[in-house]
């Protein structure tokens, strides 16, 4: 395996750049395509990889490519305040080296099959996509504006880079619409398998009412 600092030159070449980002289905497609990014720069072949050789690389690497999904989803809530006229900051998703941890656990000294660290980075990229959705629903919901969650299926699911003969019912269990966070959590709404490419968005509007210490006012 390459070190890190030929793996992020790899990458760096062929990612691109945060542009055209308006909405969170762009923030996905972007992480999706970092994730590919990522993926090729590693190569496919763990075969003889020690397993704290790959944590090792993984944490720094994957790191990376998740920040820099971070970034476009953040571009994607920026757009949303604006939209909705909201003077309010944007959370952002921060990466858990136990996820680098984990990865390197199911691939370490063995020949990957076809798809696998594809499907497993493009789970942590988009990922943090998802994060940043999860974290500001939730927090402008308990600022008490409103929130609306929805995710759609998509056909082209993959599970260690096999193609689903059927409809993936893991998925459509946890599509759907919600108007407020803690349902579409408990629903499932925020968990992928690798590969998943359903959509996640979610709209904030100003129609609730918030606490002004003194009373309650519109906003």
Known sequence: M???????????????AVRGIDTFVDAQNY??????????????SFEDVAEDELVGVLRTVLKRAYDDSAVGAATAQLRQN?????????????????DA???????????AAPGLVENLIKQKTIGAV??????????REEMGLEVSIVRKYSDVGLRAGTKYSEDCAWCL?????????KDAKDAGCFERHPGCLCEIDYHVGRTHSVSSGGGWVNI
């Open 2 to 16: 390459d070190d890190v600092k030929v793996i992020l030159r790899n990458y760096a070449r062929s990612k691109k």
């Open 31 to 44: 992480a999706e395509k970092l994730g590919k990014a990522l993926a090729d720069a590693l190569g496919d």
């Open 82 to 98: 604006q939209k909705a006229r909201l003077g309010i900051g944007t959370l952002r998703a921060e990466f858990d080296p136990a």
């Open 101 to 111: 941890d984990r990865i390197a656990e199911e691939l370490a000294g063995k020949l």
């Open 130 to 139: 998802d994060e940043t959705i999860r974290r500001n629903a939730e927090a």
């Open 173 to 181: 269990e946890r599509c759907g619409e919600w108007d407020n966070y």
